[in-house]
């Protein structure tokens, strides 16, 4: 599709006793920023179906919010996915800023979370659900970052006990996929205990350097260690998309706006 790659990973569980009876495919989007695909998203959704997913998986920032927020596109995405797959989504930072910043939203994020509840979206604020799939229980789980976190020019601390302390403890039976805007805080979430992190925030470095990988992150630190790809500490894993949109900065260079088929083994 034009203007938008697709990446694919595995995620082999064997080894953690809770396989599926059969593969099935999960789609990981973030940071589509409020971009528009086609007509009604049709080259998106196009691309989505014939993946022949089970489930989405949104790990923030759908809208944009800057001088105004930007989010029918985003909307109309996620009403077209949910009359076919179940959709599950965290916030971003610019959610996030909906949220917080009433002084410039006023009421807006009630306007959002309301909108995207009410067409069936499992919209994760701190939160956790489970669902079955290919009888291997999933327990998905959205955080939702401090402010903080997202400090431009700042390095974000984070520890396992600060997710504890948001989630309570990862003690469900099953597989756990963590869905966290921000992947620089990857140690943190792993030592939570979950096994699969989805993230973005990082646009994919902005631009890509081969052998290197991304040069910059939105808090404008150079060559941030978890930029685009999938990672591994011990047996947790943390799957990093490029985006599906821009925001400040349009410019990609060796870094195409992807979505993510995420196969489950």
């Not at 800023?97 to 410039?104: D, I, P, S, V, Y």
């Not at 807006?108 to 079955?132: F, I, K, Q, W």
């Not at 040069?215 to 943390?238: A, C, D, N, T």
Request: proline fraction near 5%; glycine fraction near 10%.
């Amino acid at each position: 599709m034009k203007g938008l790659k697709l990446t694919r990973y595995r995620i082999k569980t064997e080894n953690t006793g809770k396989k599926p009876d059969r593969p099935f495919t999960a789609i990981l989007l973030s940071d589509l920023h409020n971009q528009l695909y086609g007509e009604g998203h049709s080259l998106l959704l196009q691309e989505i179906r014939a993946q022949d997913p089970e489930l989405i998986l949104i790990a923030g920032d759908m809208v944009t919010t800057g001088s105004e927020c930007l989010m029918d596109n985003a909307l109309s995405l996620m009403d077209a996915l949910t009359s076919r797959y179940p959709v599950y989504c965290v916030n971003g930072n610019h959610e996030q800023r909906l949220k917080t910043r009433r002084n410039r939203f006023g009421d807006l994020y009630e306007t959002y979370a309301g909108r995207v509840r009410s067409m069936g979206v499992h919209l994760l604020e701190n939160a956790c659900e489970t669902v079955t799939v290919r009888k291997m229980n999933l327990n998905i789980w959205g955080l939702e970052l401090p402010d903080a976190c997202y400090a431009r020019g700042k390095k974000p601390v984070l520890t396992a006990d600060d997710v504890t302390e948001l989630l309570g403890p990862c003690d469900k039976k099953g597989f756990h996929i963590l869905l966290a805007h921000h992947p620089g805080l990857f140690p943190a979430y792993a030592g939570w205990g979950a096994d699969l992190i989805l993230a973005g925030h990082y646009h994919g470095g902005i631009v890509r350097i081969p052998g290197i990988g991304g040069v910059i992150s939105p808090q404008l630190r150079l060559f941030p260690k978890y930029s685009k790809g999938m990672f591994q500490l011990g047996e947790k894993r943390m799957i990093v998309s490029a985006g599906a949109g821009n925001h400040d900065i349009t410019l990609r260079i060796n870094n195409p706006a992807e979505i993510v088929a995420i196969d489950f083994l």
